[in-house]
């Protein structure tokens, strides 16, 4: 039979340093021995004693905290109340609220500048009256209307510019407007629309309108006491034919403004008012 050291000895072989394999036959007999062999009781561990001086230094230091707990809780003033609003420092004056102004107390704000709008004309009164001798006409204007008298008889089959000496200019104080007269004499009495044929037919006519798009159309207005012939050039100027007898006249209107109606309308007025007071003296016209 086999003592309890000989399988001490037995495992101390099979664990020192050499092969790794245990034989079959040692395997065989500790696994016999093992189950042969009565196992030890455990010993019984006798209860722990605390000592009393543990107790009394246990109790001591835990009052000791329960007052330093309690020390610190009255130093940070209680607990926090949790604010829906930062709480003020004290060492800071606290700030007063700024009020934010009402929509309904406070001014309107101004509205942003636009563009400046053009100025509508307005036409002065016609307290004066210009007289022209080599035209043979008198025709109401406004206060500080100036003229040039023409200079020479009218050929209407030749092209007329601004400083053909046929024709006449006035002008206004600030030359916003000028306004030409010039007339021939047709060598037989013609009526108006007599008159605006052969004129149509010079290249002294209006302009085509084909730029703007819009038909001629010669309207009836009255020229002193003779029936006259008006019209408005698109994009350009105002017309107005006549024929009193044998003299045949043409008056045009050129304002310096952009050629829209809200602008043209006042210009328009204007020339009409003038042309109702003129009067024609084709006897004081050169031939």
């Not at 395997?27 to 006798?46: E, G, K, N, S, Y």
């Not at 029936?227 to 408005?232: A, D, P, V, W």
């Amino acid at each position: 039979m086999i003592g309890n050291m000989d399988i001490e000895r037995e495992l101390d072989r099979w664990l020192a340093p050499g092969d790794d394999v245990l034989p079959a036959r040692a395997m065989d007999a500790a696994l016999a021995r093992i189950d042969m062999t009565p196992q030890r009781r455990a010993r019984t561990v006798p209860p722990r004693r605390t000592d009393p001086m543990t107790l009394l230094r246990l109790a001591a230091a835990a009052a000791l905290i329960a007052l330093v707990t309690a020390g610190l809780f009255v130093a940070g003033g209680g607990p926090r109340q949790h604010d829906a609003s930062p709480s003020t420092p004290a060492s800071l004056p606290a700030r007063a609220p700024v009020a934010t102004p009402s929509l309904l107390s406070s001014p309107a704000s101004p509205s942003p500048a636009g563009p400046t709008p053009t100025p509508i004309w307005t036409s002065p009164p016609l307290s004066e009256r210009y007289t022209s001798k080599s035209v043979g006409y008198a025709m109401p204007v406004p206060t500080g209307y100036t003229g040039e008298p023409a200079r020479g008889e009218w050929n209407y089959y030749a092209p007329t510019d601004d400083s053909s000496p046929w024709l006449e200019h006035m002008w206004s104080p600030d030359h916003l407007v000028t306004i030409t007269a010039r007339s021939a004499s047709l060598g037989r009495a013609m009526t108006t629309d007599e008159w605006l044929a052969v004129f149509l037919d010079s290249p002294n006519a209006p302009y085509s309108s084909d730029d703007c798009k819009v038909a001629p159309v010669w309207d009836t207005i009255p020229v002193g006491s003779a029936s006259g012939r008006y019209y408005h050039e698109p994009c350009g100027l105002l017309w107005a034919v006549v024929a009193d007898g044998d003299r045949g006249y043409v008056f045009t209107m050129n304002f310096n403004v952009y050629d829209t109606p809200y602008l043209s309308d006042p210009f328009v007025a204007a020339f009409k008012e003038m042309l109702a007071g003129t009067e024609l003296t084709p006897p004081s016209a050169p031939t």
